[in-house]
Antibody, heavy 120, light 110 residues
Framework: QLVQSGVEVQKPGESLKISCTAS????????IGWVRQMPGKGLEWMGI????????RYSPSFQGQVTISVDKSISTAYLQWSSLKASDTATYYC???????????????WGQGTLVTASS | QSVLTQPPSVSGAPGQRVTISCTGG?????????VDWYQQLPGTAPKLLIY???NRPSGVPDRFSGSRSATSASLAITGLQAEDEADYYC??????????FGGGTKLTVL
């Protein structure tokens, strides 16, 4: 399963790092992706990372806006912002990708979501 | 504007059959990439419903089925039940945008 860190309320301009901790499978064997869902809106793919070598792919929409990383030693993936904007207010999901590669993969397990609110 | 286009909403009465379309183009579905479908019940994380066009994970009822053609895909739900009321998303891969989701379809059971 994937367990995400809790609700975050931050001010615009602040930095933030949220986490996704995996258990029950070999963490290094599967891609982990991050998906944004803004209030009342659909799913948006942000990026994906392979824990074995930290190979990371970003959606063009999120490249340069966030950083995805992993710590293999504790089976945890991270999503971080250096300077939050009000428009980053959303629920963020991590999900395990199965199928070998982003080109052919799909998300079979999802975290419970982390609600991030950026407001002054 | 999503790369994959879904109808914003569909509806049906209990017991009926509904379909949800997912229309792409030459850089995603038309390029041969598989389509997957997710169900998101209100207030919960998405759940995998169909993978690789027409395969159901263990535990997903056979009332749910998927199909794919040249540049589009469809999710069909037969024997509609109240518990099927949810948002449904298709997902594929795009040569330029990487992993892509459809805009989502809200299913209402009348």
């Amino acid at each position: 399963q994937l367990v995400q860190s809790g609700v975050e309320v931050q001010k615009p301009g602040e930095s933030l790092k949220i986490s996704c901790t995996a258990s029950g499978y070999r963490f290094s064997s599967y891609w982990i992706g991050w998906v944004r869902q803004m209030p009342g809106k659909g799913l948006e793919w942000m990026g994906i990372i392979h824990p074995s070598d930290s190979d990371t792919r970003y959606s063009p929409s999120f490249q340069g806006q966030v950083t995805i990383s992993v710590d293999k030693s504790i089976s945890t993936a991270y999503l971080q912002w250096s300077s939050l904007k009000a428009s980053d207010t959303a629920t963020y999901y991590c999900a395990r990708m199965i199928g070998g590669s982003p080109e052919s993969g799909y998300f079979d397990y999802w975290g419970q979501g982390t609600l991030v609110t950026a407001s002054s | 504007q999503s790369v994959l286009t879904q109808p914003p909403s569909v509806s049906g009465a209990p017991g009926q059959r509904v379909t949800i379309s997912c229309t792409g183009g030459g850089f995603n579905i038309g390029a041969g990439y598989d389509v997957d479908w997710y169900q998101q019940l209100p207030g919960t994380a998405p759940k995998l419903l169909i993978y690789a066009n027409n395969n159901r994970p263990s535990g997903v009822p056979d009332r749910f089925s998927g199909s794919r053609s040249a540049t589009s895909a469809s999710l069909a739900i037969t024997g509609l039940q109240a518990e099927d009321e949810a948002d449904y998303y298709c997902q594929s891969y795009d040569n330029s945008l990487r992993v892509v989701f459809g805009g989502g379809t809200k299913l209402t059971v009348l």
